[in-house]
C-alpha cells in the first residue's frame, strides 16, 4: 500500500462567524485542472476521502475534502437549525471564494452529494462536473430510517475496541467483507479522542435536531428538480453500492432516465456508501476524471 499523501490544513470562516475547515491536497507536476471539492456524509468527515484524495491529488488535480460544520476540526454551530443542506453549501461556496476557486468538480457521499445539488442551486457555474456516491434526489425510506436511528443518539465506548464494535455494528451489513483491522481505521476515521481518554464520536449530535425537527416530511425529499439541472447540463457520474439501502436499484434507474447521459458503476458487495477504495469506484472516477479538463 503507498505511503498517505500530505496534505495541508486549510480554514475558513463561515458568514455566521464558525471556523471550517478541510484538508487540501495540492495536485501534482502538470498542466492546472479543475480542482476537487469532496464533501462527506452526514455522521463523517474528510478522513472519509483519503484514500481516494490522495490518488486523485497524485494524479495532478487539487482536492479539498471539507469537515461540513459540526463535524472533525470544523466548529460546532451555535444554532443546530443551521445544519441543513442549503447553509452547507453556502458554508462550501465560501471556501471557494476564500481559495480563489471559480469551478470544482465536486464528489459528494450522501449528504455531500444533497448538498452538491444545494450548490448547482445557488452557483450554478461553480459546478463544473459532479461524482454523486450512493446518493440521488430520491432516498429509500428504509436507509433513511436506519440512519436517523442511530444519528446524534449517545454510545458508550470506553476503548477503540469498543468503537470499532459500534461502527461494525451499525456499517456490517455494507461491508461484510472488512477484517478486525478494517473496522478499527474506520472507527478512527469517525471517533476522536475525548478529554478523558475515551474514544468520542466526532461529531455535534445537535446535526440530528432539524431532522427531528421536520418529522416524516424529511424521510423522502424530493430533489428531482435539483437533480434534473445538475445532471443535464454537466458531466455527471452516480456511484452505487451494489446492497444500497439508501440509493435503491429502482432510483438509480429512474436517474439513468432522467439524464442519459450521466455514467454510471455499481460497486459489488457492498452497501451505503462505498468508500472509493473500491476498485470498480476508482476505475470509474478516473475513466470520469480524464475527460475533464
Do not use: C
Not at 78 to 101: N, R
Not at 259 to 273: F, L, S
Amino acid at each position: 500500500m503507498s505511503e498517505p499523501q500530505p496534505y495541508a490544513e486549510r480554514r475558513w470562516t463561515s458568514s455566521d462567524g464558525l471556523s471550517l475547515y478541510a484538508r487540501d491536497y495540492g495536485g501534482g507536476d502538470g498542466s492546472v485542472r479543475l480542482p476537487v471539492i469532496a464533501i462527506h456524509g452526514l455522521t463523517r468527515n474528510s478522513a472519509d476521502f483519503a484514500h481516494i484524495a490522495g490518488l486523485i491529488a497524485r494524479s495532478g488535480r487539487r482536492v479539498l475534502a471539507v469537515d461540513v460544520r459540526g463535524r472533525g476540526k470544523s466548529d460546532r454551530a451555535t444554532d443546530p437549525m443551521t445544519y441543513q443542506p442549503p447553509v452547507y453549501a453556502k458554508d462550501v461556496l465560501e471556501l471557494l471564494d476564500a481559495a480563489g476557486i471559480a469551478r470544482a468538480v465536486f464528489l459528494g457521499t450522501s449528504m455531500g452529494g444533497l448538498i452538491t445539488m444545494a450548490v448547482t442551486a445557488l452557483r450554478s457555474r461553480a459546478v463544473a462536473a459532479a461524482i454523486l456516491n450512493d446518493i440521488g434526489p430520491e432516498v429509500d425510506k428504509a436507509g433513511l430510517a436506519r440512519i436517523a436511528a442511530y444519528s446524534g443518539k449517545p454510545v458508550d465506548t470506553p476503548t477503540w475496541a469498543a468503537a470499532a464494535a459500534y461502527v461494525r455494528e451499525i456499517n456490517g451489513v455494507a461491508f461484510p467483507h472488512y477484517s478486525d483491522a478494517d473496522w478499527d481505521a474506520f472507527a478512527r476515521r469517525v471517533f476522536r479522542e475525548g478529554t478523558e481518554g475515551s474514544p468520542v464520536l466526532d461529531y455535534d449530535p445537535d446535526i440530528s435536531v432539524p431532522i427531528k425537527a421536520a418529522g416524516t416530511k424529511a424521510l423522502v425529499p424530493n430533489l428531482w428538480p435539483y437533480f434534473r439541472r445538475l445532471a443535464k447540463k454537466r458531466p455527471t457520474l452516480l456511484i452505487r453500492g451494489e446492497t444500497s439501502d439508501l440509493l435503491s436499484a429502482d432510483i438509480a434507474q429512474r436517474m439513468q432516465k432522467a439524464a442519459p447521459t450521466m455514467r454510471y458503476v455499481e460497486v459489488p458487495g457492498v452497501g451505503h456508501a462505498p468508500m472509493l477504495d473500491e476498485a470498480a469506484a476508482k476505475s470509474e472516477i478516473f475513466e470520469f476524471l480524464r475527460d475533464l479538463p
